[in-house]
């Protein structure tokens, strides 16, 4: 379990709280449910506590622990009429608005002591990801299915279902498993 942001990095900033603050506490509460309703399940976490780990590093845990699902938790940036949850897997973007979300969730590489140097070699063009797609093609299935499951109980809970939509996260590029990044609201 990824909880977005951390240390130096805030995230978005809400009316009383920024989304690092936000994603560590739902990330901690999602790890406490696993463990609890399904004790055989190891969870591990890329950060349990406010310090900043570049994104690169949190896909290397994952992979380092051989997880078999990756979930990154955010908290949505928009107007104070926007609302909704929405879960995203790796892939295209096809809207403004997807783009924009990946831009910003990718825009904290800036932070990073190299200042994002080693992600100038991850090729993101549409061809590669198409590419990418293709050879992770389980992944992508499960990672589709899990996305879609999730959005179905985000609805049952009441909330508003924004959908299951693809873009280009860092987060995700380099994870070897299934994974989705969730944009769980606004602030």
């Given at each position: ?119 100038k070699s991850f ?28 959005q179905k109980e ?34």
């Amino acid at each position: 379990i990824d909880a977005g942001h951390g240390g130096k990095d805030p995230g978005c900033h809400g009316g009383f709280s920024n989304e690092k603050e936000v994603c560590l506490s739902m990330a901690l509460k999602l790890g406490a449910l696993i463990k609890d309703k399904h004790p055989g399940i190891k969870v591990v976490y890329t950060r349990d506590k406010d310090v900043f780990i570049e994104l690169l590093e949190r896909a290397n845990i994952a992979n380092r622990v051989k997880a078999d699902l990756f979930i990154c938790i955010h908290a949505n940036a928009g107007s104070n009429v926007a609302y909704g949850c929405e879960t995203y897997v790796l892939g295209l973007h096809r809207t403004e608005a997807q783009q924009k979300v990946m831009e910003r969730e990718n825009a904290i590489i800036e932070l990073e002591d190299d200042k994002g140097a080693k992600y100038k070699s991850f090729d993101m063009s549409p061809e590669a990801m198409i590419a990418m797609q293709l050879q992770g093609t389980v992944y992508r299935e499960y990672s589709i299915r899990f996305a879609e499951q999730l959005q179905k109980e985000f609805k049952k809970m009441g909330r508003f279902d924004r959908g299951v939509k693809e873009a280009g996260f860092y987060v995700l590029y380099k994870t070897a498993m299934p994974g989705v990044l969730i944009e769980t609201g606004f602030l």
